[in-house]
């Protein structure tokens, strides 16, 4: 009868534990880690593909061979994708566990980019004056003396000194919340400015996500709409995309979570390739493109305290045998890199990054750029 007592209040227990921890919590236990596939349980918004134009294949479209190096570093990061194309043609792609040209991945992080590209449309279509514009201008949350400091471009480039918590191994971190949670802008429209804005380079989701809340107040349209109008559209993209909500008809998960596939993300790098002109229209501004990719070394690492020569606006910058060469980077390893020099785009996809750094850059980005470069020396053999 006492052991029969001991479980039903063990039992008991549990389910109060269960029943009082927050929803979010409980997504991150079960799920436990995020996926490449994450968007299936998810609810999405489309960004539509409704004017589709195919890359084309090169002459020699498959013509190179990997090295066992090469080879062995794309599958021990288990790839799912690696693809290069240049003058606006697949030269080389490549599909892993089950992929496939169409198949959905998460882009994760690499989205920051795409919002930086739309906050520069905005500021083309002149929804937005310019980046030292104050952020309280298109918050209304934020119209208080202690905001009065932080402008649009400090949230660009990861400076704001806002109190959000960046940790992707604690439950309880801000960052969890946003990725599980069912009202990302409550959590990010109650951050507090906690160290002066403009001075040190912290890099927290919570920005990009404030950035997007700017784009829907000044555009009035959501980011999958606009995303649709400046880059889907015109780019000319073969599928349609899904951007993850943090619920049913609720806001894009700024900061992550645009789920497309090799190919139509490579469109993303040829908007840098041609300085914003799509088609004969300016799109994106050219001044702005070029800060976007220039690194912000007025601010120093917050960690190191050196000079922050490896960020721009939302977009990497690498330095790659004295070549600099921006990129956008999911935690995963979705790389979207724009190498001007070869006026070719190289994406890679996958369920894993190394671990290792090189001044701010996982060390399979070289292995990558290396493979690319490589190849597209040998074309022109």
């Not at 994760?108 to 980019?113: E, L, Q, T, V």
């Not at 599928?239 to 998960?253: C, I, M, T």
Request: hydrophobic letters at 35%; charged letters at 20%.
């Amino acid at each position: 009868m006492k052991k029969t007592f001991r479980v039903i209040i063990v039992l008991m227990v549990i389910a109060f534990i269960y029943y009082s921890t927050p929803s979010y919590i409980k997504k991150a236990l079960v799920h436990l880690f995020p996926e490449v596939e994450d968007y299936k349980f998810f609810q999405n918004r489309e960004i539509k593909s409704d004017n589709p134009i195919p890359w084309n294949t090169a002459h020699d479209y498959m013509n190179y061979n990997l090295t066992k190096q090469e080879r062995d570093t794309l599958e021990n990061y288990k790839s799912i994708a690696y693809l290069i194309i240049q003058n606006d043609s697949i030269v080389y792609e490549e599909y892993w566990d089950d992929f496939n040209k169409d198949s959905y991945s998460n882009s994760f992080s690499a989205a920051k980019s795409v919002v930086s590209l739309l906050l520069g449309a905005a500021i083309q279509d002149g929804y937005i004056k310019d980046v030292n514009q104050s952020v309280s201008e298109f918050i209304p949350e934020f119209n208080d003396e202690s905001y009065n400091k932080l402008c649009i471009k400090d949230l660009l480039t990861m400076s704001s000194g806002l109190n959000w918590n960046e940790s992707y191994i604690n439950p309880f971190s801000m960052t969890t919340q946003a990725y599980y949670g069912d009202n990302i802008n409550e959590l990010v429209l109650g951050l507090e400015v906690s160290e002066t804005p403009g001075v040190e380079f912290k890099y927290l989701s919570g920005n990009t996500q404030l950035l997007a809340i700017i784009i829907k107040n000044a555009t009035g349209k959501s980011l999958s709409d606009y995303a649709y109008e400046k880059i889907w559209r015109p780019l000319g993209a073969t599928n349609s995309a899904l951007w993850s909500l943090d619920k049913k008809d609720g806001v894009e998960k700024a900061y992550c979570c645009i789920n497309s596939n090799a190919r139509d993300f490579a469109r993303i790098g040829k908007i840098l390739l041609n300085n914003g002109n799509i088609n004969g229209e300016q799109i994106f501004p050219e001044d702005y493109l070029k800060q976007s990719i220039t690194p912000a070394t007025y601010l120093v690492d917050h960690r190191t305290l050196q000079t922050v020569d490896f960020y721009g606006y939302h977009w990497w910058i690498v330095n790659h045998n004295g070549e600099q060469i921006p990129y956008a980077r999911g935690i995963l390893g979705q790389y979207i890199f724009a190498l001007e020099k070869e006026n070719a785009i190289v994406v890679r996809l996958g369920h894993k990054r190394s671990r290792n750094y090189i001044h701010h850059h996982p060390t399979d980005v070289y292995s990558y750029l290396n493979t690319a470069k490589r190849i597209l020396s040998e074309r022109k053999k």
